[in-house]
């Protein structure tokens, strides 16, 4: 069974890119235009394997919708990676007191997201 | 007539333009080289309106240092309204509209390249699709050939045991047929036994009638001897006749026996045997024909298996450089914010109000909201006197 990766990101372009890349890879994609949209999908019940957020996005951005997944008893062990263009060392570290698990910057190649996709979850296809 | 330039400074919003475009054509040496020469040559045309026919091309050198244009910026900031040309007040309430225009097709540019990026995903995708559909093509192939290799394999153990049974048949036919054979043979000899008796019989007789004559010849004296040559005389006939008897069922049986034996030549049933060891033959040369093509579909399997991982390779990679269209796009935004904000001061100096915020406000508030290490290094490189300070941070850092 292909493990679930959920996208939170503001750009269309960025969510079909990552869609196509993770989904040619065997795993299956949802995903979410802002932080709040993504709250509501995992409030849904959504539990997804990985989770693949921005930081600078409209409504909710990733550093608030990281500290409010990690709120919720069934986020506290997913995996949460951020995937920005934001490089100020201040919201680094602030993601990392947060709980996330990864820092990348954008551009990043296929193969170098899926390198650390297969880091933090070792059985990924 | 040679045109001297004036000795008043350039208005703060031409050297504040020239500063967007000299970042954003910095910018364009990566991304977006159309964006950078076209804000270049409007700076170009406002420039041109400002100074023709002036002898050096002021906005040529994107490479002046960061002090020149806070020397230009100060300048301009002492102006008011009162104290500027009019050709100057024409130039600034046409700013924003300019300004405008630029943020427009900054805009239409950052719509081309969604649009161009969202093509050539969908390609890609098709590609995937493409190479996941020969694949799975070849797959059925191979799943084909394996169902027909099982099928051939049931009736194919069945006729070689019919074929080992029929060459057991064989292999006994012959050995009867010898028997036969033989059995005709000693039948033979016997027939000679009794042809050795049949003239033994007929010599007997003939010499009962010698005894027969000489024993009437003598007469009386003869006449038990003749009793003896007639009972002679009656055996011989008794043992011929036997003799021709058991002859004549001898001949009898051997004929029989010689129909039963070339209806039992092995000739006549390798026929049907060749033809089930043809038909055997065909089943094994069919078998080995599909285990050949299974495996060649299975060689072929494995290098569809090993080119689909190269193409998704390939393009994963290739996707995962299509995200500089997202750090283009907000780059973009981000000169786009500075134009509007830039217009607005335009508006307020034509309007003699007085901008709120100095340009070097703008300046420190662009610095502000920049969320990239490129942005930040091309800020540097212009407007900073200190150089771009090189980031340690890596672009990809677990926790």
């Known amino acids: 069974m292909s493990k679930t990766i959920l996208i939170v990101d503001d750009s269309p372009t960025m969510i079909m890119s990552l869609r196509a890349t993770l989904e040619m890879n065997g795993f299956t994609v949802e995903s979410a235009s802002d932080g709040s949209q993504a709250l509501a999908i995992l409030q849904g019940g959504l539990r997804p394997h990985l989770i693949i957020t921005d930081i600078n996005m409209p409504n909710m951005g990733g550093l608030e919708f990281i500290r409010a997944a990690r709120a919720l008893p069934s986020c506290r062990f997913i995996p949460i990676l951020t995937l920005t263009t934001e490089s100020d060392q201040a919201k680094r570290d602030e993601s990392r007191s947060l709980g996330a698990t990864g820092w990348l910057v954008k551009p990043l190649s296929g193969p170098d997201l899926l390198g650390v996709i297969r880091q933090v979850l070792p059985a990924a296809a | ?399």
């Open chain 2, 1 to 399: 007539m040679a045109f001297e330039r004036p000795p008043r400074p350039v208005p703060w919003f031409v050297g504040m333009l020239l500063l967007a475009s000299a970042g954003l054509g910095a910018t364009a040496a990566g991304d977006g080289a159309i964006v950078g020469i076209m804000i270049a040559a409007g700076c170009a045309f406002v420039l041109g309106q400002r100074q023709r026919p002036a002898p050096a091309p002021i906005f040529g050198p994107f490479k002046r240092r960061a002090s020149d244009w806070q020397k230009i910026a100060s300048n301009v900031a002492v102006l008011h309204r009162d104290e500027l040309p009019e050709r100057t007040r024409r130039d600034l309430a046409a700013a924003q509209t300019f300004l405008e225009t630029l943020r427009g097709q900054i805009e239409g540019v950052q719509q081309d390249v969604a649009v161009g990026v969202t093509a050539v995903v969908t390609q890609v995708e098709a590609i995937n699709r493409l190479s996941i559909g020969q694949r799975e093509r070849i797959g059925h192939s191979l799943a084909g050939v394996e169902t027909m290799r099982d099928v051939l394999k049931v009736p194919g153990a069945i006729i070689s045991q019919l074929g080992g049974m029929l060459a057991e048949r064989d292999r006994t036919i012959t050995e009867n047929y010898a028997g036969l054979q033989s059995l005709a043979h000693e039948f033979q000899e016997l027939r000679s036994a009794l042809d050795v008796i049949s003239q033994v019989a007929d010599k007997a007789f003939f010499l009962a009638i010698n005894a027969s004559v000489e024993a009437h010849r003598h007469g009386e004296m003869g006449a038990a001897f003749g009793l003896i040559a007639t009972e002679m005389r009656a055996l011989a006939t008794q043992t011929a006749d036997g003799a021709r008897e058991v002859s004549a069922s001898i001949n009898f049986f051997a004929d029989r026996m010689q129909t039963q034996i070339v209806a039992a030549l092995p000739t006549r049933e390798g026929g049907h045997r060749d033809d089930v060891l043809n038909l055997v033959r065909d089943l094994e040369r069919a078998q080995d024909d599909a285990a050949t093509v299974s495996a060649r579909l299975s060689e072929l399997m494995q290098v569809m298996e090993a080119g689909h991982s190269e193409i998704v390779c390939t393009l994963s990679d290739m996707l995962g450089r299509l995200q500089f269209e997202d750090v283009t796009r907000q780059r973009l935004e981000q000169v786009g914010c500075a134009l509007g904000e830039l217009g607005k001061l335009a508006v307020c100096s034509y309007q003699g109000a007085g901008p709120s915020r100095s340009v070097a406000d703008l300046l420190e508030e662009q610095q502000q909201n920049y969320v990239m290490e490129s942005q930040r290094l091309v800020h540097a490189r212009f407007a900073s006197a200190g150089g771009p300070a090189a980031s340690a941070a890596p672009k990809i850092e677990l926790f």
